[in-house]
């Protein structure tokens, strides 16, 4: 089983984006896994690290995403108020 740390120590505000992957924050050039906070409930498209594409359906809002993503796509994802933790 992967490690997974149960507090984070960097975050930022996702910007959905088909093309871009999630920069972070420490390190604007390189992409870093994160796990996402959900603030309005929605639809969350995403690719994984592992690089699979996946849509969570009615993620409610104020859910931490256990999983691992490196990027939040546009198209299909209705979400508001992404947030990137490290």
């Not at 093309?19 to 870093?32: A, F, Q, R, V």
């Not at 994802?77 to 490290?86: D, E, N, P, S």
Request: charged share 15%; glycine share 10%; proline share 6%.
């Amino acid at each position: 089983m992967a490690y997974q740390k149960l507090q984070q120590g960097r975050a930022a505000e996702v910007t959905p984006d088909d093309i871009n992957k999630i920069p972070y924050i420490g390190y604007p050039s390189e992409t870093w896994p994160c796990v996402l906070y959900i603030g309005v409930t929605g639809d969350v498209r995403v690719l994984t690290a592992g690089g699979d594409d996946v849509i969570f359906y009615n993620v409610q809002g104020g859910t931490v995403l256990p999983i691992q993503v490196i990027q939040v796509f546009t198209t299909n994802t209705t979400a508001l108020r992404i947030v990137a933790l490290w």
